[in-house]
């Protein structure tokens, strides 16, 4: 019984570590494409020649808030990277309580195991002796 919720632990965590995983992968793309915006748009100011004021002023404004972006999604990752290692934590330790259970159940099974041949074997004792009783 304690096994069976162990390993119903441990399989949880393993689906929780997953989903950790996808979500992070996901942020980590995003924030892939939001840094490739940034680089794009640089070049793209750089290359450029702007002679009206108002046309300098959008493309730093845009730029200001490509780059806050950037900033708030490698913060969003670094949180999830941290959330996914606490995930992994979680699912090693619940792997080794399983694992705990498992060896002692094993080790349980075994003892009974043993004791039964002892058994067996003093019932083959009592009965080698009534037989050489009766001869």
């Given at each position: 019984?304690?096994?069976?919720?162990?390993?119903?632990?441990?399989?949880?965590?393993?689906?929780?570590?997953?989903?950790?995983?996808?979500?992070?992968?996901?942020?980590?793309?995003?924030?892939?494409?939001?840094?490739?915006?940034?680089?794009?748009?640089?070049?793209?100011?750089?290359?450029?020649?702007?002679?009206?004021?108002?046309?300098?002023?959008?493309?730093?404004?845009?730029?200001?808030?490509v780059?806050?972006?950037?900033?708030?999604?490698?913060?969003?990752?670094?949180?999830?990277?941290?959330?996914?290692?606490?995930?992994?934590?979680?699912?090693?330790?619940?792997s080794?309580?399983?694992?705990?259970?498992?060896?002692?159940?094993q080790?349980?099974?075994?003892?009974?195991?043993?004791?039964?041949?002892?058994?067996?074997?003093?019932?083959?004792?009592?009965?080698?002796?009534?037989?050489?009783?009766?001869v």
């Open positions: 019984m304690v096994l069976r919720i162990k390993k119903h632990l441990e399989k949880k965590a393993q689906g929780e570590l997953v989903q950790a995983q996808v979500v992070r992968m996901k942020e980590s793309e995003v924030l892939g494409r939001l840094e490739q915006t940034r680089e794009q748009a640089l070049d793209a100011a750089g290359q450029a020649v702007r002679t009206q004021a108002g046309d300098l002023q959008t493309e730093s404004a845009y730029l200001f808030t780059a806050r972006e950037v900033s708030r999604q490698k913060v969003r990752v670094a949180d999830l990277t941290g959330q996914e290692e606490a995930k992994r934590k979680e699912l090693v330790e619940k080794k309580a399983k694992k705990i259970v498992e060896t002692l159940e080790k349980k099974a075994l003892e009974e195991l043993k004791e039964m041949e002892k058994k067996h074997q003093g019932m083959i004792d009592m009965l080698a002796q009534r037989i050489r009783t009766d």
